[in-house]
Nanobody, 124 residues
């Protein structure tokens, strides 16, 4: 079992920045991956960014150039630096963990464990 705990959400004005953090209780594989997904009210949970055990990254087109995912493997931490935030970035952001990294890391069904989510609200 892996427990994930997100932090760093909040209210920010459009154009501002936030940094989300996710702490994982343990790793269950040496070829794992971690990711961020987000879900706005009434919408599906969408892929945002992912990072593999080796540092490979992938981003949704909507956040490329604005968001950066990073990982401290030794400390089981993953971060999401969000810059130039827009009102459409408003959502609950979820951290996810997979013990088996596959191709892009964007497939939601590949993730075994999820955090409780942290709210990000961007005011325009």
């Amino acid at each position: 079992q892996v427990q994930l705990a997100e932090s760093g959400g909040g209210l920010v004005q459009a154009g501002g920045s936030l940094r989300l953090s996710c702490s994982a209780s343990r790793r269950t594989s040496n070829r794992d991956g971690m990711a961020w997904f987000r879900q706005a009210p009434g919408k599906e949970r969408d892929f945002v960014a992912a990072i593999s055990w080796s540092g490979s990254t992938n981003y949704a087109d909507s956040v490329k150039g604005r968001f950066t995912i990073s990982r401290d493997v030794a400390k089981n931490l993953v971060y999401l630096q969000m810059n130039s935030l827009k009102a459409e970035d408003t959502a609950v952001y979820y951290c996810a963990y997979t013990q088996r990294w596959t191709y892009s890391g964007a497939n939601r069904s590949n993730y075994n464990y999820w955090g409780q989510g942290t709210q990000v609200t961007v005011s325009s």
